[in-house]
Nanobody, 124 residues
Framework: QVQLVESGGGLVQAGGSLRLSCAAS????????MGWFRQAPGKEREFVAA????????DYADSVKGRFTISRDNAKNTVYLQMNSLKPEDTAVYYC?????????????????WGQGTQVTVSS
């Protein structure tokens, strides 16, 4: 069992930066592939980024590639999402998720554990 708690969201102007954190409780954090997803009002939840168990493999949605960076610190049981050059279209609730798998993937339905989400609002 893994509990996930996101933090770091807020209101930022376009072009600004935010760093989201997702703290995991429970054992064996390093056994989980971690992902970030987001959901804007009236839209489906979508993949943002994912990181392998060791942190050696990263995957990004095309819409955030080059602007967002996912990382993890297994000693601190935490995964991060550094978001730079933010755009109004990045406004959404951001969720972290965990899946006990060796293969990094984007499939929402396969992620077993989810946080409660943190709101990111980018003003123009």
């Amino acid at each position: 069992q893994v509990q996930l708690v996101e933090s770091g969201g807020g209101l930022v102007q376009a072009g600004g930066s935010l760093r989201l954190s997702c703290a995991a409780s429970g054992r064996s954090f390093s056994s989980y592939c971690m992902g970030w997803f987001r959901q804007a009002p009236g839209k489906e939840r979508e993949f943002v980024a994912a990181i392998s168990r060791s942190g050696g493999y990263l995957d990004y949605a095309d819409s955030v590639k080059g602007r967002f960076t996912i990382s993890r610190d297994n000693a601190k049981n935490t995964v991060y999402l550094q978001m730079n050059s933010l755009k109004p279209e990045d406004t959404a609730v951001y969720y972290c998720a965990a899946d006990i798998t060796r293969v990094v993937h984007r499939t929402i339905g396969q992620y077993e554990y989810w946080g409660q989400g943190t709101q990111v609002t980018v003003s123009s």
